[in-house]
């Protein structure tokens, strides 16, 4: 049955440029363009699992701004308030990582033209007016005091309309220092709802240390509990999520989720990944599934499983969007379940 709820996500999309069949920068001749960005993943995901989706964003008036927007259309999304104007996109690059070498990203950004946005690009009363849902990134609010000034607005709007609002913080250490990132996001935090992040994620932008367990001398789930209640007293989320990763090399890994409702600690089942086709935007994926399991399924168990099975999924799958659809990650729930019932 379709979705209709409303879900607005603001945010820069980049121009993506990866290297050919793993190559290393350094003999590359040739690389592979694509757009992404958390915001417009997000969007994308969310998009396909038949959502109604309003993407935001600042795009610069030349080719490159019209190809992105052209290629966010073939999702079926509103693209009705992205602003125009200002130079450039973001762009960032990508080595992809293969068995024990691992992937790396450079970020170029400064001065797009969503860096140098402004409140008169965007109505965010008419924006986020009969929305039921914002999401956005702490790396958007990473590229320019404006962007964050900007999020910080549609945030207060959002909550005058009740919207739920959903915060990835993904912190990305090319971007800003840990001093830089906690002194702009703990802010923005008093208006956030659900708050998505990884450990380096909530050390780096909330300024909480998350210790391995005493007895095992690992990090498990018992290991966030303690952190995300203290968390939670802080900034009164209503869920703060992360997923668990043991990694075996860079094709190999285990993952599951963990989320904190204020009261209870769930774990979601464990998937066993390998080989992985593709990382980027695992993140994303998540974060997509953990938004529509809590619009669509009937517990926040639930919710929690399709999240981290959509994130699986993710990693079989080349590009930045969860090319995967509904019924798929329904299977694949139902059919790891049944395999940990009979193991």
Same mark, same amino acid.
């Given at each position: 049955?379709?979705?209709?709820?409303?879900?607005?996500?603001?945010?820069?999309?980049?121009?993506?440029?990866?290297?050919?069949?793993?190559?290393?920068?350094?003999?590359?001749?040739?690389?592979?363009?694509?757009?992404?960005?958390?915001?417009?993943?997000?969007?994308?995901?969310?998009?396909?699992?038949?959502?109604?989706?309003?993407?935001?964003?600042?795009?610069?008036?030349?080719?490159?701004?019209?190809?992105?927007?052209?290629?966010?259309?073939?999702?079926?999304?509103?693209?009705?308030?992205?602003?125009?104007?200002?130079?450039?996109?973001?762009?960032?690059?990508?080595?992809?990582?293969?068995?024990?070498?691992?992937?790396?990203?450079?970020?170029?950004?400064?001065?797009?033209?969503?860096?140098?946005?402004?409140?008169?690009?965007?109505?965010?009363?008419?924006?986020?007016?009969?929305?039921?849902?914002?999401?956005?990134?702490?790396?958007?609010?990473?590229?320019?005091?404006?962007?964050?000034?900007?999020?910080?607005?549609?945030?207060?709007?959002?909550?005058?309309?009740?919207?739920?609002?959903?915060?990835?913080?993904?912190?990305?250490?090319?971007?800003?220092?840990?001093?830089?990132?906690?002194?702009?996001?703990?802010?923005?935090?008093?208006?956030?709802?659900?708050?998505?992040?990884?450990?380096?994620?909530?050390?780096?932008?909330?300024?909480?240390?998350?210790?391995?367990?005493?007895?095992?001398?690992?990090?498990?789930?018992?290991?966030?509990?303690?952190?995300?209640?203290?968390?939670?007293?802080?900034?009164?989320?209503?869920?703060?999520?992360?997923?668990?990763?043991?990694?075996?090399?860079?094709?190999?890994?285990?993952? +599951?989720?963990?989320?904190?409702?204020?009261?209870?600690?769930?774990?979601?089942?464990?998937?066993?990944?390998?080989?992985?086709?593709?990382?980027?935007?695992?993140?994303?994926?998540?974060?997509?599934?953990?938004?529509?399991?809590?619009?669509?399924?009937?517990?926040?168990?639930?919710?929690?499983?399709?999240?981290?099975?959509?994130?699986?999924? +993710?990693?079989?799958?080349?590009?930045?969007?969860?090319?995967?659809?509904?019924?798929?990650?329904?299977?694949?729930?139902?059919?790891?379940?049944?395999?940990?019932?009979?193991?």
């Amino acid at each position: 049955m379709p979705v209709t709820q409303r879900i607005i996500t603001f945010g820069e999309i980049l121009m993506r440029l990866s290297t050919v069949n793993s190559a290393r920068w350094t003999q590359s001749r040739m690389f592979q363009l694509d757009y992404g960005g958390p915001s417009s993943n997000v969007a994308a995901n969310l998009a396909l699992w038949n959502h109604e989706v309003r993407y935001v964003t600042k795009l610069p008036p030349n080719d490159f701004g019209d190809s992105a927007i052209n290629y966010l259309r073939g999702f079926g999304i509103d693209l009705d308030y992205i602003a125009r104007g200002g130079s450039r996109m973001g762009v960032y690059f990508v080595e992809p990582g293969v068995a024990l070498r691992r992937g790396r990203r450079i970020y170029d950004r400064a001065h797009s033209s969503l860096s140098e946005a402004t409140a008169d690009d965007f109505d965010f009363d008419e924006i986020l007016r009969n929305g039921a849902l914002l999401f956005w990134s702490g790396m958007t609010a990473g590229i320019s005091q404006q962007a964050s000034e900007l999020i910080k607005t549609a945030c207060e709007i959002a909550k005058q309309y009740g919207l739920t609002v959903v915060c990835d913080l993904n912190y990305r250490k090319q971007q800003w220092s840990p001093r830089e990132a906690q002194r702009v996001i703990r802010p923005l935090m008093q208006n956030v709802d659900i708050c998505i992040g990884s450990r380096d994620d909530i050390e780096n932008c909330l300024g909480y240390v998350i210790e391995p367990n005493e007895q095992t001398g690992e990090l498990d789930a018992k290991s966030y509990e303690t952190v995300f209640h203290r968390i939670q007293q802080e900034f009164g989320f209503k869920y703060i999520a992360t997923t668990l990763r043991k990694e075996y090399s860079v094709s190999h890994i285990d993952c +599951k989720a963990i989320l904190y409702d204020g009261k209870d600690l769930l774990e979601s089942q464990n998937y066993d990944i390998n080989p992985i086709l593709d990382r980027v935007a695992v993140g994303d994926a998540f974060t997509s599934g953990l938004i529509h399991g809590l619009l669509t399924q009937v517990s926040t168990q639930r919710a929690l499983e399709w999240a981290i099975a959509a994130s699986a999924y +993710k990693y079989t799958i080349s590009g930045v969007i969860d090319r995967v659809s509904v019924s798929e990650v329904e299977t694949l729930i139902a059919e790891h379940n049944a395999n940990m019932i009979l193991h």
